[in-house]
């Protein structure tokens, strides 16, 4: 447990770093952000899809995701719009239009 | 996981496995209250944090700079309410005009090293300000519990952590820029436009946007969080003490129960370090183990706090802006009343009675907090020191007839209600609650003479 929990800090951090833009320790992400939503990004989501142990899936975490993708991208982004379960209405994003959701979702969840 | 005893989830989970076997539901099945979006490309509803306020504004505003907010301003148009990160539990934000957002206006403007002040970009969310406040050698004196929101949301609201000797985040506030109604863009301090500055530092966002505010701050500090179940009048006994020896003290009651949930806080030179953390389960397990035990007559009550008193330490180390805030991954709505420090533990006293008499079926704990005084004119605890008292209610969950029976009793105890929470107070209420409320009332008159920041809302909280 300890080790995957290690792991899985390890893998948010990269993707956080991804998001900063320091892609030579970064995994490939599946898409990028635009400048606008790396802002959104760090500022409304990863206080939770980058910290471990809270019970948000983690944002480059494959296991997280696996189940919820299989969900589809629609199923996804009408709980993010609604909220659902732990997850605030439009992931406190209230500026976020359609597709500013769309594209942070596509990237948290590894959807190409 | 705790350094002594059992930890909570082991005790927990160890309780439920009795619940399995007299066929109860690990978890209760949750309503999902969300009717679906669709999504068209369209415009998005807004939602509140728990999912009961809910809008469908025509236009959303992000401006990029003050110019471009005060042109929005100008340009007139309907309702446009300031939105903040969605966190208000109250009907502070929704309208069918324009939503404003602040998002774009972020970070730390400026910040001096000689008198530990930053001007900072309202937008900002608390989440980020520790960090960014802390490169600059300085740190908020005190934080709220939860740090989604954005800073000037917070302020909007008076919204406060706990310590006897701390104030809310409004009262740490020693200047402001408000882009008003109008369009114009006021410097505000306690020598400029000093009544439009202690108005402004709890505005409810009726005043204006404040864009920029000037923060008194400390030096970077680290603490240490200990929490431990002790029974309630145990902690209510030690109260004297226990708020004026921790820098930082708070306590949860548990309704139905002799339990309490004690949480110190102070300065430390430890490393950071954490043992039996938040678990993102606890509040829907403990509902769980409130149902089972309820199912045992004449056991069940013993049984309950006998679990919980079980209950194993935790602690905490780190930089104070990670230390007082804390995840919440359980959605829920809120009541929350200020009532004079000195009748807190009674309030407290008939609000669990009430509870207790009435049978309502609630195991959400209750939080309670000491707050300075201060002079700001709205702010909850202007002129007198607080105890705020929180009873929440799971976001699936109607919370009407625990908040209705409650309420009440915060009135009896002179209650002020927190202005981002749920409550049923008009201005005629709240009037006689705040020796400044009328002069607050023609100022915004005069900010705002058409009205163009009032929603239903505030129509009735400030009688427009």
């Known amino acids: 447990m300890q080790a995957r929990s290690r792991i899985s800090r390890a893998l948010a951090l990269l993707a956080l770093l991804g998001a900063c833009g320091t892609e030579e320790t970064a995994p490939a992400p599946p898409i990028a952000l635009s400048e606008q939503n790396v802002r959104t990004y760090q500022a409304a989501c990863a206080g939770c899809h980058a910290r471990p142990g809270i019970g948000a899936p983690l944002t480059g975490v494959e296991a997280d995701w696996r189940e919820r993708r299989a969900q589809g991208l629609e199923t996804l982004l009408v709980r993010t719009v609604d909220g659902y379960k732990g997850m605030p209405p439009l992931g406190t994003c209230g500026l976020c239009s359609e597709d500013d959701l769309r594209q942070l979702v596509r990237y948290m969840a590894g959807l190409p | ?464």
């Open chain 2, 1 to 464: 996981m705790s350094r002594r005893g059992v930890t909570r989830r082991e005790l927990l989970l160890g309780a439920l496995a009795g619940g399995a076997a007299l066929g109860l539901p690990r978890t209760r099945a949750r309503a999902d209250s969300a009717r679906p979006a669709r999504l068209d490309g369209g415009p998005l509803p807004w939602r509140n944090w728990s999912g009961f306020q809910v809008c469908q504004p025509a236009r959303r505003l992000g401006p990029a700079s003050e110019s471009e907010l005060l042109a929005q301003l100008r340009d007139g148009g309907g309702v446009l309410r300031p939105a903040g990160a969605g966190h208000s539990f109250s009907g502070l934000v929704p309208c069918d005009g324009a939503l404003l957002f602040l998002d774009n206006l972020t970070g730390v403007v400026a910040a001096d090293a000689a008198s530990l002040q930053a001007e900072v970009w309202t937008g900002t969310r608390l989440a980020q300000l520790g960090p960014a406040l802390d490169a600059h050698g300085q740190a908020m004196p005190n934080l709220p519990d939860i740090d989604y929101q954005t800073l000037g949301g917070a302020l909007a609201t008076s919204t406060h952590g706990t310590g006897a000797l701390f104030g809310s985040l409004s009262s740490y506030v020693v200047g402001l820029t408000l882009a008003t109604p109008t369009g114009e863009l006021l410097e505000c301090d306690a020598a400029r436009n000093a009544e439009v500055f202690h108005a402004a530092r709890c505005s409810l966002g009726a005043l204006g946007a404040v864009t920029r505010v000037r923060l008194q701050n400390a030096r970077p500090f680290a603490l240490l969080e200990e929490t431990r179940f002790r029974e309630l009048d145990a902690v209510l006994a030690d109260l004297p003490r226990a708020r004026t020896e921790n820098r930082y003290y708070e306590f949860y009651a548990f309704p139905h129960s002799e339990a309490a949930l004690e949480i110190a806080t102070n300065e430390t030179e430890r490393e950071p370090y954490s043992s039996g953390g938040d678990d993102p389960d606890s509040l829907y397990l403990l509902e769980t183990l409130f149902e089972l035990t309820r199912r045992l007559p004449g056991v069940g009550s013993a049984l309950y706090d006998a679990i919980l008193l079980r209950m194993g330490t935790s602690e905490h180390a780190g930089p104070s802006y990670r230390v007082l805030t804390h995840p919440r991954t359980t959605r829920f709505n809120e009541m929350e009343y200020t009532v004079p420090a000195e009748a807190g533990p009674d309030c407290l006293r008939e609000l669990l009675r009430t509870i207790r008499e009435r049978d309502l079926p609630v195991c959400f704990p209750i939080e309670c907090r000491y707050v300075r005084e201060d002079d700001v004119w709205l702010s909850m605890f202007h002129s007198r020191p607080g105890f705020s008292i929180s009873v929440h209610q799971f976001a699936e969950q109607d919370f009407a007839p625990y908040f209705d029976a409650v309420e009440p009793v915060f009135w009896k105890y002179e209650g002020r209600p927190h202005w981002g929470k749920l409550h049923s107070l008009d201005s005629g209420r709240l009037g006689d609650l705040y020796p400044r409320f009328r002069e607050f009332l023609d100022l915004r008159r005069r900010l705002d003479p058409r009205g163009r920041l009032v929603n239903a809302h505030l129509g009735t909280v400030l009688a427009v």
